[in-house]
Antibody, heavy 124, light 112 residues
Framework: QVQLVESGGGLVQPGGSLRLSCIASGFPFGNFGFHWVRQAPGKGLEWVAFIQYDAKKKLYADSVRGRFTISRDNSKSAVYLQLNSVRPDDTAVYFC?????????????????WGQGTLVTVSS | QSVLLQPPSVSGAPGQRVTISCTGSSSNIDAGFDVHWYQKLPGTAPKLLIYENDKRPSGVPDRFSGSKFGASASLAISGLQAEDEGDYYCKSYDNSRSGFVVFGDGTKLTVL
């Protein structure tokens, strides 16, 4: 069955760095694009970043562009989110999610499978 | 405030039908980009209810339906059940600036 498992969250100081991982299984990983989505405490869902199935397109929310980097390693069925220069307002549960459709050429697809989320807390 | 506007809250009694609207603009919904709907319950991952405006993933009851017209989309939930109580989000793509994905601010559904 399809599974996405996030890890790497934790407590980090403002200005610090963290790398989140999302390990996928149960489907042909290289055929799908992935998103990172976060939810801050008491807030709504916020889209963070997208990576196309072939990694040729990467998109970022304005709030994280220049600080966060999305990447993938098809040999490990993994998607990563590198968080640099973190701020207190980056505190959130971070989810990775898979596109519904394989080989999508845009970030406009729905996401049918999600991980359970990993909590990032930015505090001194 | 998101570029996709949703009502903050809706409510209905068990068995009733409710609708949640999602209003966008010429750079997202009205530009032809699809709308997707998610249910978010506390402590759980978001669940895809509707994708590509009106398609239901397998396993989603047909009580949930979606539609899109012009710059707006709607999620309808009929035969309300207590377990439907939670937050609902629309999502689309916006082609302004360099392009980005956008969620609405969410709608809290209360089953009375």
């Amino acid at each position: 069955q399809v599974q996405l498992v996030e890890s790497g969250g934790g407590l980090v100081q403002p200005g610090g760095s963290l790398r989140l991982s999302c390990i996928a299984s149960g489907f042909p990983f290289g055929n799908f694009g992935f998103h990172w989505v976060r939810q801050a405490p008491g807030k709504g869902l916020e889209w963070v970043a997208f990576i196309q199935y072939d990694a040729k397109k990467k998109l970022y929310a304005d709030s994280v562009r220049g600080r966060f980097t999305i990447s993938r390693d098809n040999s490990k069925s993994a998607v990563y989110l590198q968080l640099n220069s973190v701020r207190p307002d980056d505190t959130a549960v971070y989810f990775c999610a898979r596109d519904v459709e394989p080989f999508a050429m845009t970030a406009a697809e729905g996401c049918d499978y999600w991980g359970q989320g990993t909590l990032v807390t930015v505090s001194s | 405030q998101s570029v996709l506007l949703q009502p903050p809250s809706v409510s209905g009694a068990p068995g009733q039908r409710v609708t949640i609207s999602c209003t966008g603009s010429s750079s997202n919904i009205d530009a032809g980009f699809d709308v997707h709907w998610y249910q978010k319950l506390p402590g759980t991952a978001p669940k895809l209810l509707i994708y590509e405006n009106d398609k239901r993933p397998s396993g989603v009851p047909d009580r949930f339906s979606g539609s899109k017209f012009g710059a707006s989309a709607s999620l309808a939930i009929s035969g309300l059940q207590a377990e439907d109580e939670g937050d609902y989000y629309c999502k689309s793509y916006d082609n302004s600036r360099s392009g980005f994905v956008v969620f609405g601010d969410g709608t809290k559904l209360t089953v009375l």
